[in-house]
């Protein structure tokens, strides 16, 4: 679905991504992982046609959003993609629906009421009914983070980015989150999500972790295994050698 | 202090765009107040220097005709507090006589006398300041006559009438205390006894001036009531010192108070900008200030680290302006400066506008203060979360049948929501909007036509003076003769002017212009009451009445000749000429009090005003004949010109005001909602929709910023207008706009300069993005 061909990124004179590839499959879960300032949000912004490429290219479905003007590419990202963000960005002057019904509306692919339809039913689905005609400083932050992803999915999108969804929450709001994004994969949507949290990685199928720009590793699990403890081992591959020892003194 | 200068510099490199914009907000209204005081100064110094040197009359009574020379004599004698007096012989020469490269000066509603320097008091000053000489064959011209028609030393004057012709070369130009001003209707040129004596046998009409100087502490009204009773030679206009002064202040106190008005304006616009922007700046730095209470910083500390920039800015604004106002008040005292002299007291063109910048400084700084320390006020939480400003904002919805118009209605939407934030910016426009149309509709008005109903008399094309003639009969007749027969002419109407006696409230009695004829041919429109019918009622112009606390019905006894009638106060009109004070009656003046005949005329349609001007100046050649559009900006003098001036720059202002603001506006609102616009971008909404979408909110605010300054300039202006020409006899104004200029052209023209302003300022909205959002 996604192809990535040698992605670089630079601000300024710092080079972010360096000559990145991989490819993401329809109806997979990618999640990204790397340390701090290893440029795993840059490469969410760049693949998705946030960020200009300062080299390479990204093929989406075979179209190469890289050179797209940007207005066929806002036209694309509000179509084909949804995003999900860490601090649940959202428009502090319009209430929890309108918020999640706005960019159904803006892209009137459908009927106004065809978008609250699905809005009311994806609330439903993420459990928050209720806070519909609520001002967004009146929920908390795991049901804004839930609409969040309701206004992600209002135009029935081909592909979920995701960037720290869950950096903000608890643990009982992330594993409402996080429940539904297996939920939402299990149905056939395609998800990258960046992380630094192997409890978030460990739902995906397929974890990149990248370093200095570049991909260092990927793995794909197996399906019956403990995610969690497997990817936990493997990371602990990635992490410096005194450090290693430290933790294990 | 190292570090605080470190730390206004990196705000600035920071904040270019809105530091330098208030900057040339402040440097304006810095420049406007110390210009103004300039002018305001020059004007003072001007005026009391001359006043100073020339020792202008006290009190002045004109007269034609014969007089007891002994009989005046023994009246200044008998008084003890007449400190001195003259008689000044004043040769009137008519307009069509006196010649300048081979035109006549007819165009000119001025009357022009011919005099020798005065002996005892009001000189005539060259433009030293000296009192003028001229030899024989020498002429000294009025400033006005320099200013109007160029004429400069070494140029000729020709006098002349039927064979009779003498050449005068300019000697020197002439300062006159009592007669500077174009509001006034006299002019005086200065030649030598000899050609004073030559030109009286050949040429013109005598008219002599009485002048008084007084002992302190007297009042001219008692010297003008004693003057009347005593009957002494007084068929003409008096006039008082403080009546002279006040024409001169009115001639060229209108620029100092339009300019100083405009800089309340601007001053009162730089502080609400500063408000704002200091209220925005500090609510982005809300974190940074809770950061640095948390730790302890003394509250004081954190207080002067803000306002340091403040200040800084606003005393580079103070002297920059102040030094700008040099050149600025410079220009616009010129013409006080051409026609009164530098003057005696200088330090004030310096101390006025140090004093006012100064307070303009405090002004500044003390806003500052206030808004800081309330500010800081904050507890360390509230300032760290934001609380306060989360608060102020609620939300709106989206129409449920769908988004038809996607950026109009989140336009409209977030408006709703954030109104307060454009209170400044819709006030800046309402203001930009009233200043570009208020002297745009007063010049307008005053061009119009219809501005002759403020003149006392009805509308007209063409004005004829019939005077200056000892065969003023046969003049009249010959004029009206050829009306008559002119199928050219539309209608017209004759009036005789004369002076009788009123008695005022204090049973004393006045002189009071009085005009004779059919009020019906050109028909005036009144303020209270109706015309005169009958030989028993009058009716007084608004100054006199208001001046004398008369009203309609009110009685009011005349004298003429000696006898004293009764009339009814029948109505009161609007009138702008001699000193707003005249009146209408059907008193029956015998021939030789006869002031002056004026015709007014209407010509037929499609015949030019001009030509019949032209060609009526050919055939009646002893009249003055006046087209009425020029009648009136000559009666208003340089009013017009200032107008005129003060339009251009308005406009300029304006423009730049409002682009200077929006610039300003955008950079503060979008740097304030840039979490909103990388929101939008995200989810799809292209950078041209987020950049459409402010230019909505803007231009929306503008729309309505516009309806309502053009609506205050229409209503409120014409209260200012009519404030404006009450001291001069008009108090009703009605405002004509020119509806495509008013209403098109110029909210089009403010539009256009924000619209491209706001393409220029909303270029930011691509640098905001999603990632800054985001706290890692």
């Given at each position: 679905?996604?192809?990535?061909?040698?992605?670089?990124?630079?601000?300024?004179?710092?080079?972010?991504?360096?000559?990145?590839?991989?490819?993401?499959?329809?109806?997979?879960?990618?999640?990204?992982?790397?340390?701090?300032?290893?440029?795993?949000?840059?490469?969410?912004?760049?693949?998705?046609?946030?960020?200009?490429?300062?080299?390479?290219?990204?093929?989406?479905?075979?179209?190469?959003?890289?050179?797209?003007?940007?207005?066929?590419?806002?036209?694309?990202?509000?179509?084909?993609?949804?995003?999900?963000?860490?601090?649940?960005?959202?428009?502090?002057?319009?209430?929890?629906?309108?918020?999640?019904?706005?960019?159904?509306?803006?892209?009137?692919?459908?009927?106004?009421?065809?978008?609250?339809?699905?809005?009311?039913?994806?609330?439903?689905?993420?459990?928050?009914?209720?806070?519909?005609?609520?001002?967004?400083?009146?929920?908390?932050?795991?049901?804004?983070?839930?609409?969040?992803?309701?206004?992600?999915?209002?135009?029935?999108?081909?592909?979920?980015?995701?960037?720290?969804?869950?950096?903000?929450?608890?643990?009982?709001?992330?594993?409402?989150?996080?429940?539904?994004?297996?939920?939402?994969?299990?149905?056939?949507?395609?998800?990258?999500?960046?992380?630094?949290?192997?409890?978030?990685?460990?739902?995906?199928?397929?974890?990149?972790?990248?370093?200095?720009?570049?991909?260092?590793?990927?793995?794909?699990?197996?399906?019956?295994?403990?995610?969690?403890?497997?990817?936990?081992?493997?990371?602990?591959?990635?992490?410096?050698?005194?450090?290693?020892?430290?933790?294990?003194? | 202090?190292?570090?605080?200068?470190?730390?206004?510099?990196?705000?600035?490199?920071?904040?270019?765009?809105?530091?330098?914009?208030?900057?040339?907000?402040?440097?304006?209204?810095?420049?406007?107040?110390?210009?103004?005081?300039?002018?305001?100064?020059t004007m003072i110094s001007s005026l009391n220097g001359l006043n100073e040197l020339a020792m202008p009359t006290e009190y002045l009574q004109m007269h034609?005709?014969?007089?007891?020379?002994?009989?005046?004599?023994?009246?200044v004698?008998?008084?003890?507090y007449i400190k001195a007096s003259l008689i000044v012989d004043m040769?009137?020469?008519?307009?069509?006589?006196?010649?300048?490269?081979?035109?006549?000066?007819?165009?000119?509603?001025m009357d022009n006398g011919f005099v020798v320097q005065n002996e005892k008091f009001d000189f005539l000053l060259n433009m030293d300041n000296e009192i003028a000489v001229?030899?024989?064959?020498?002429?000294g011209v009025p400033v006005y006559?320099?200013?109007?028609?160029?004429?400069?030393?070494?140029?000729?004057?020709?006098?002349?009438?039927?064979?009779?012709?003498?050449?005068?070369?300019?000697?020197t130009i002439i300062r006159d205390s009592a007669m500077n001003p174009a509001l006034t209707s006299s002019k005086r040129f200065l030649?030598?006894?000899?050609?004073?004596?030559?030109?009286?046998?050949?040429?013109?009409?005598?008219e002599y001036l009485f002048e008084f100087l007084l002992e302190d502490g007297t009042s001219t009204a008692v010297l003008e009531?004693?003057y009347?009773?005593?009957?002494?030679?007084?068929?003409g206009v008096a006039l008082t010192g403080n009546a002279l002064t006040m024409l001169n202040a009115l001639s060229y106190g209108?620029?100092?108070?339009?300019?100083?008005?405009?800089?309340?304006?601007?001053?009162?616009?730089?502080?609400?900008?500063?408000?704002?922007?200091?209220?925005?700046?500090?609510?982005?730095?809300?974190?940074?200030?809770?950061?640095?209470?948390?730790?302890?910083?003394?509250?004081?500390?954190?207080?002067?680290?803000?306002?340091?920039?403040?200040?800084?800015?606003?005393?580079?604004?103070?002297?920059?302006?102040?030094?700008?106002?040099?050149?600025?008040?410079?220009?616009?005292?010129?013409s006080v400066v051409m026609y009164c002299g530098h003057g005696t007291s200088?330090?004030?063109?310096?101390?006025?506008?140090?004093?006012?910048?100064?307070?303009?400084?405090?002004?500044?700084?003390?806003?500052?203060?206030?808004?800081?320390?309330?500010?800081?006020?904050?507890?360390?939480?509230?300032?760290?979360?934001?609380?306060?400003?989360?608060?102020?904002?609620?939300?709106?919805?989206?129409?449920?049948?769908?988004?038809?118009?996607?950026?109009?209605?989140?336009?409209?939407?977030?408006?709703?929501?954030?109104?307060?934030?454009?209170?400044?910016?819709?006030?800046?426009?309402?203001?930009?909007?009233?200043?570009?149309?208020?002297?745009?509709?007063?010049?307008?008005?005053?061009?119009?036509?219809?501005?002759?109903?403020?003149?006392?008399?009805?509308?007209?094309?063409?004005?004829?003076?019939?005077?200056?003639?000892?065969?003023?009969?046969?003049?009249?007749?010959?004029?009206?003769?050829?009306?008559?027969?002119?199928?050219?002419?539309?209608?017209?109407?004759?009036?005789?002017?004369?002076?009788?006696?009123?008695?005022?409230?204090?049973?004393?009695?006045?002189?009071?212009?009085?005009?004779?004829?059919?009020?019906?041919?050109?028909?005036?429109?009144?303020?209270?009451?109706?015309?005169?019918?009958?030989?028993?009622?009058?009716?007084?112009?608004?100054?006199?009445?208001?001046?004398?606390?008369?009203?309609?019905?009110?009685?009011?006894?005349?004298?003429?000749?000696?006898?004293?009638?009764?009339?009814?106060?029948?109505?009161?009109?609007?009138?702008?000429?001699?000193g707003?004070?005249?009146?209408?009656?059907?008193?029956?003046?015998?021939?030789?009090?006869?002031?002056?005949?004026?015709?007014?005329?209407?010509?037929?349609?499609?015949?030019?005003?001009?030509?019949?001007?032209?060609?009526?100046?050919?055939?009646?050649?002893?009249?003055?004949?006046?087209?009425?559009?020029?009648?009136?900006?000559?009666?208003?003098g340089?009013?017009?010109?200032?107008?005129?001036?003060?339009?251009?720059?308005?406009?300029?202002?304006?423009?730049?005001?409002?682009?200077?603001?929006?610039?300003?506006?955008?950079?503060?609102?979008?740097?304030?909602?840039?979490?909103?616009?990388?929101?939008?971008?995200?989810?799809?909404?292209?950078?041209?929709?987020?950049?459409?979408?402010?230019?909505?909110?803007?231009?929306?605010?503008?729309?309505?910023?516009?309806?309502?300054?053009?609506?205050?300039?229409?209503?409120?202006?014409?209260?200012?207008?009519?404030?404006?020409?009450?001291?001069?006899?008009?108090?009703?104004?009605?405002?004509?706009?020119?509806?495509?200029?008013?209403?098109?052209?110029?909210?089009?023209?403010?539009?256009?300069?924000?619209?491209?302003?706001?393409?220029?300022?909303?270029?930011?909205?691509?640098?905001?993005?999603?990632?800054?959002?985001?706290?890692?």
């Open positions: 679905m996604i192809k990535v061909k040698k992605i670089s990124k630079s601000f300024k004179d710092t080079l972010v991504l360096h000559g990145m590839s991989f490819e993401i499959e329809k109806g997979e879960f990618v999640a990204v992982m790397g340390p701090s300032g290893s440029g795993k949000s840059t490469l969410l912004y760049s693949i998705s046609g946030m960020d200009s490429l300062s080299d390479g290219k990204v093929l989406f479905e075979g179209i190469n959003i890289s050179e797209m003007p940007e207005a066929e590419l806002s036209e694309f990202r509000l179509t084909k993609m949804g995003f999900v963000f860490q601090n649940a960005q959202m428009l502090k002057n319009l209430t929890v629906f309108d918020n999640i019904t706005l960019p159904g509306l803006v892209a009137k692919k459908e009927s106004a009421d065809t978008i609250k339809k699905r809005a009311a039913e994806l609330m439903k689905r993420m459990e928050i009914t209720g806070i519909e005609e609520r001002d967004i400083r009146e929920v908390s932050g795991g049901q804004l983070q839930r609409a969040s992803i309701c206004r992600a999915m209002i135009n029935n999108p081909d592909i979920l980015f995701l960037d720290e969804p869950t950096g903000a929450l608890n643990s009982g709001a992330t594993d409402q989150v996080l429940a539904i994004l297996e939920d939402l994969n299990r149905d056939g949507m395609t998800i990258m999500t960046i992380t630094h949290n192997p409890h978030v990685a460990a739902q995906a199928r397929k974890v990149i972790y990248i370093r200095d720009g570049q991909v260092a590793s990927s793995k794909e699990f197996q399906t019956g295994v403990d995610r969690e403890k497997e990817l936990n081992d493997w990371l602990r591959g990635f992490q410096p050698k005194a450090a290693n020892e430290e933790c294990t003194h | 202090m190292k570090l605080l200068l470190n730390l206004v510099r990196k705000d600035f490199m920071k904040n270019k765009v809105i530091t330098t914009a208030l900057a040339v907000f402040l440097i304006i209204s810095a420049l406007f107040m110390a210009g103004g005081l300039r002018v305001a100064g034609t005709g014969t007089y007891d020379e002994d009989a005046f004599e023994h009246f004698e008998t008084r003890d040769l009137n020469i008519s307009n069509a006589n006196i010649i300048f490269q081979n035109e006549t000066f007819e165009k000119y509603l001229v030899q024989d064959g020498e002429i006559y320099a200013e109007e028609l160029g004429i400069q030393v070494g140029d000729t004057i020709t006098l002349h009438q039927g064979s009779y012709s003498k050449n005068l070369t300019v000697s030649i030598s006894q000899a050609d004073l004596d030559e030109l009286s046998l050949n040429i013109g009409e005598w009531k004693d009347l009773d005593a009957g002494m030679p007084s068929n209108v620029v100092a108070f339009i300019i100083i008005a405009i800089s309340i304006i601007l001053i009162m616009i730089a502080v609400l900008c500063l408000s704002y922007i200091i209220r925005a700046t500090m609510a982005e730095e809300n974190y940074t200030i809770g950061e640095m209470k948390a730790i302890g910083f003394p509250g004081k500390a954190i207080e002067k680290l803000y306002q340091i920039k403040y200040l800084m800015l606003v005393l580079v604004a103070a002297v920059i302006g102040y030094l700008a106002a040099i050149p600025f008040g410079n220009f616009f005292s010129s200088q330090w004030m063109q310096w101390i006025f506008p140090l004093i006012g910048v100064i307070l303009l400084s405090l002004i500044v700084i003390h806003r500052c203060r206030r808004i800081i320390h309330k500010d800081l006020k904050s507890t360390v939480v509230q300032l760290i979360r934001g609380e306060e400003r989360i608060k102020k904002e609620g939300h709106y919805s989206l129409p449920s049948a769908g988004l038809k118009h996607r950026n109009l209605t989140i336009a409209l939407g977030e408006l709703k929501c954030k109104w307060k934030e454009y209170v400044v910016i819709a006030l800046i426009f309402v203001v930009s909007s009233f200043l570009i149309l208020l002297p745009m509709n007063m010049k307008n008005t005053i061009e119009n036509p219809s501005f002759m109903t403020y003149m006392g008399v009805g509308e007209s094309d063409i004005r004829i003076d019939v005077k200056y003639s000892d065969k003023l009969a046969g003049q009249k007749d010959a004029s009206l003769s050829y009306l008559e027969n002119d199928p050219e002419i539309e209608r017209y109407a004759i009036y005789r002017n004369g002076y009788v006696q009123f008695q005022n409230a204090d049973e004393d009695w006045e002189y009071l212009r009085v005009e004779n004829g059919d009020g019906s041919v050109f028909p005036l429109e009144y303020l209270e009451g109706v015309a005169p019918d009958d030989s028993k009622t009058i009716a007084l112009s608004y100054l006199v009445a208001s001046e004398f606390g008369k009203e309609v019905g009110d009685s009011l006894t005349v004298k003429y000749q000696g006898e004293e009638l009764i009339f009814f106060i029948s109505g009161i009109y609007q009138d702008i000429t001699y707003g004070k005249t009146a209408k009656a059907a008193i029956d003046f015998a021939e030789e009090d006869v002031e002056v005949y004026i015709i007014y005329v209407d010509v037929s349609d499609g015949v030019a005003i001009e030509e019949k001007t032209d060609e009526l100046r050919s055939i009646l050649t002893d009249s003055k004949i006046t087209p009425i559009s020029e009648f009136v900006s000559q009666t208003l340089g009013i017009m010109d200032n107008l005129r001036l003060v339009e251009g720059a308005a406009i300029v202002i304006s423009l730049l005001l409002i682009m200077l603001i929006t610039v300003m506006f955008l950079q503060l609102i979008t740097a304030r909602e840039q979490s909103a616009i990388a929101i939008k971008k995200a989810i799809g909404f292209t950078i041209r929709d987020i950049r459409i979408q402010f230019g909505i909110r803007i231009l929306m605010i503008q729309c309505v910023a516009i309806i309502i300054g053009t609506v205050l300039a229409n209503t409120l202006g014409e209260v200012i207008f009519g404030l404006m020409l009450s001291s001069m006899g008009a108090s009703k104004i009605t405002m004509i706009v020119e509806p495509a200029t008013a209403y098109l052209l110029y909210p089009a023209a403010q539009l256009l300069v924000v619209f491209i302003t706001v393409i220029v300022g909303t270029k930011v909205v691509k640098n905001y993005h999603i990632r800054n959002q985001i706290v890692e």
